[in-house]
Nanobody
């Protein structure tokens, strides 16, 4: 079966950096568009970043553009979300998604697979 496993979350001070990873097992990684969403307690889930399959075009939410960078390494079946200049409002559970047919940029759709999520906490 397909599994997505996130790692790299933690506690950092405002202005710091973290790199999240999402590794896929069970299917051909390069066949899937990948994305990241986040959800803070009491708030709605929101889009963070997405990347297409082999071409690896990237898309970002306005709130993270210029601070976050998404990349994929198909040889390692892994996507990376480099997060710089972190702000307290970035605090949330970050979840990785994979979809064979759709670019995961909207919360209105139920994508093929989801990871368990990793907590990111940014202190002021």
């Amino acid at each position: 079966q397909v599994q997505l496993v996130e790692s790299g979350g933690g506690l950092v001070q405002a202005g710091g950096s973290l790199r999240l990873s999402c590794a896929m097992s069970g299917r051909t990684f390069s066949s899937y568009a990948m994305g990241w969403f986040r959800q803070a307690p009491g708030k709605e889930r929101e889009f963070v970043a997405a990347i297409t399959r082999t071409v690896a075009n990237t898309y970002y939410a306005d709130s993270v553009k210029g601070r976050f960078t998404l990349s994929r390494d198909n040889a390692k079946d892994t996507v990376y979300l480099q997060m710089n200049s972190l702000k307290p409002e970035d605090t949330a559970v970050y979840s990785c998604t994979a979809d064979r047919k759709r670019l995961p940029i909207s919360v209105r759709f139920d994508y093929d697979y989801w990871g368990q999520g990793t907590q990111v906490t940014v202190s002021s």
